[in-house]
């Protein structure tokens, strides 16, 4: 994509870039990071063991002794006493501002039976004014046998609150009475185009709504005041930061009234008061793409704390919610194949508008008929306006027809995934879809084999919010429940510097930000992170359980752990 700031960022390279291993000798290093394992993810220059920081790029990499021209006075010599650096961990998918309202929410993710999920339902609420809208949550009916939570459970002990609790991967929430009350939700209520409002036998509203029904209930949730806002952003960057993550591709939240830009303008109140701590690229929803059109004509695309330009969309639900899209139907369920939570042909314009706009397009789809079809929307769309560097990406690329790897490739659209749902979804995904589609699910193997551009996020609040974790799940396919210690769909593992790849400069590709981030070269941006222990000579198993030591943003120190 021809933009302005990847124009800028290219000029600063070259000014700041004077070959392979310096950006210049015009004057000496603010700081030098020595005696470190360092894995650049460079090919002409793959490890080096110093590196030296002028502002916010780096200077110089090599070993100490050629850094040591660059030390003045000033100079600040940091000894890493060995430990592993690499180039700072993107996530390439997170809902950061949801993930950070979400300290101050209902624990439910670990709750292993109903009895355990009302305790702590009754708990939160003892603990809150009345009136207050419950959120968060984060339930997994697979946690405690597949069972779908139900209003009654809970209506007695939420008397004076409304709640809204979702399901971990979002496409489900469960609403008590008082919540379907206020959004007038009653047994004549039809569900719209794309959502189930689930029911009881006799028709009663059961407080289950999927994908699209959800709207009928979040579009009245008042909307989060701007200091929650801000304290929630706050929140969430300590917690990227102790993980090592630099940067972050934010797809946006959807809880709450004007929750399209709630995420966007809490970033530039942020950055107005210079409170950005970590890079952002901020994404809103695909259907308001016209607007953003205008609002980057007027203010461009960003600058190298803060971007957007980037779109959101949808095409299908989950597979945990059985509403992924698939061609053929869930097993124990010959009437459920998913559906599409949007028309296709909608969808399909609104892609081709925003794509013509020079807007970057991502679309989530789970099931392989969901995953076809927008590769056919987005192989249209470049017939239509023609073919550019765009990088379309579809978000969780997760259940794939054979067809589907090499046109990944053919069309250079990138499969934005999460590691960590395959060794979490793992324990149950057979069971709803069976073995064959199985083997073609999570397939990290098969994409990098076909030569996509394999990118990894966490999908941050449904999954813990750390790279290490992520790659260990890439690497072991080990499922949470200990059941699979030789991986689970094993012919999937990828190797750990592939993963370690799809963290960084994967990443920095599908942001459209190589040219200022992804790996360590004189000239970029001086982002990187700092571990314990060199994840590419460990043993796989021990990866989860690496220590960031150090995360360093633009030359700035966010996170240092101190003995």
């Not at 070959?19 to 005696?35: L, P, R």
């Not at 993107?90 to 101050?104: K, M, N, P, Q």
């Amino acid at each position: 994509m021809n933009r302005f700031i990847t124009i800028i960022s290219s000029i600063c390279f070259l000014f700041f870039s004077t070959g392979v291993s310096s950006a210049g000798t015009e004057s000496g290093a603010d700081k030098i990071y020595i005696n470190a394992e360092i894995w650049t993810g460079e090919e002409k220059q793959p490890v080096v063991n110093a590196l030296a920081v002028r502002g916010s790029r780096i200077l110089a990499l090599g070993s100490y002794i050629e850094m040591k021209k660059y030390i003045q006075p000033s100079t600040k010599i940091i000894d890493l006493k060995s430990a592993f650096m690499v180039p700072g961990f993107i996530d390439s998918h997170v809902h950061f501002l949801a993930g950070g309202t979400d300290f101050a929410s209902v624990k439910l993710r670990s709750a292993t039976s109903p009895r355990e999920f009302v305790r702590r339902m009754t708990d939160h609420v003892k603990s809150i004014p009345k009136g207050r809208w419950v959120l968060g949550g984060n339930w997994d009916h697979t946690g405690w046998g597949g069972e779908l939570p139900h209003k009654d459970w809970i209506d007695e002990v939420t008397l004076d609150n409304p709640v809204f609790v979702r399901r971990l991967d979002g496409h489900m929430v469960l609403a008590n009475s008082l919540a379907l009350k206020l959004a007038g939700i009653t047994r004549d209520t039809v569900a719209p185009k794309g959502g189930v409002i689930v029911r009881d036998k006799n028709g009663d509203p059961t407080g289950v709504l999927k994908d699209q029904a959800i709207n009928l209930v979040a579009n009245i949730i008042p909307t989060f005041q701007p200091k929650e806002m801000d304290e929630a952003f706050q929140a969430a960057s300590e917690l990227a930061l102790k993980n090592g993550i630099t940067q972050i591709h934010d797809m946006g939240m959807d809880e709450g009234q004007d929750a399209v830009w709630n995420s966007l303008n809490v970033y530039l109140r942020a950055q107005k008061k210079h409170n950005l701590k970590l890079r952002i690229y901020s994404f809103i929803p695909l259907n308001y793409w016209k607007q953003l059109d205008k609002f980057v004509q007027k203010n461009g695309y960003g600058n190298e704390w803060l971007r957007w330009g980037g779109l959101k969309g949808f095409l299908d639900g989950s597979l945990g919610s059985a509403t992924a899209w698939f061609k053929e139907p869930y097993l124990g369920n010959t009437e459920n194949s998913g559906f599409p939570v949007i028309s296709t042909k909608k969808l399909h314009d609104m892609i081709l508008g925003a794509d013509a706009a020079k807007l970057h397009v991502a679309v989530h789809a789970i099931g392989d008929q969901a995953n076809d079809t927008l590769l056919d929307i987005f192989e249209s769309v470049e017939n239509k306006n023609g073919r550019r560097d765009r990088r379309f990406r579809v978000e969780h690329s997760q259940h794939l027809s054979q067809e589907a790897f090499s046109r990944f490739q053919a069309l250079n659209v990138v499969p934005s995934m999460q590691p960590y749902h395959a060794i979490d979804d793992g324990r149950w995904a057979e069971e709803l879809i069976g073995p064959d589609r199985i083997t073609r699910t999570y397939a990290f193997r098969s994409l990098i084999d076909a030569e996509a551009p394999l990118s990894f996020g966490s999908d941050w609040f449904v999954a813990p919010l750390s790279p290490l974790q992520g790659i260990y799940a890439a690497v072991t396919r080990r499922t949470i429940d200990g059941n699979n210690p030789g991986g689970w769909v094993p012919h999937e593992k990828i190797s750990v510097e592939e993963a370690l790849r799809a963290y960084t400069t994967n990443n920095a590709y599908a942001g459209f930000n190589e040219s200022d981030t992804g790996t360590l070269k004189a000239g970029k941006l001086a982002d990187f992170t700092v571990l314990s222990k060199n994840i590419l000579l460990i043993d796989p198993s021990e990866i989860a359980n690496v220590k960031v030591l150090r995360t360093v943003v633009g030359g700035i120190d966010q996170f240092v752990i101190t003995e």
